[in-house]
């Protein structure tokens, strides 16, 4: 659980990465920290991420899929079916998910 300051500071250093602004080391780092272990924060990262790679804000049925957090977090990924292991995609998975 967040406290109310932390989440203004970690939402506040989203907002810039989302506009593509500076944003410090320390800051980067901090906000890594907690998106490595909250699952929300981590949402708010890719969903930021993907905002400062579009350039724009997303409308239609991009903005959905950012807010339902389905599209990946960099856009010029691309799924090649020879080289991509099944297991690899799900790598990222909770552990009830994950194949191990």
Sequence with gaps: MLTTSTRLKLQSILQRVAEGASVSLSDRVYLQKFADRDRT???WL???RRQQLSGRPLEGLDSLLDALDLCSAEPDQQHSPEADDLGDW???AD?????D
């Design 41 to 43: 924060v981590s949402s």
């Design 46 to 48: 890719r969903r930021a």
């Design 90 to 92: 799900f790598a990222g």
């Design 95 to 99: 552990s009830w998910l994950r194949r």
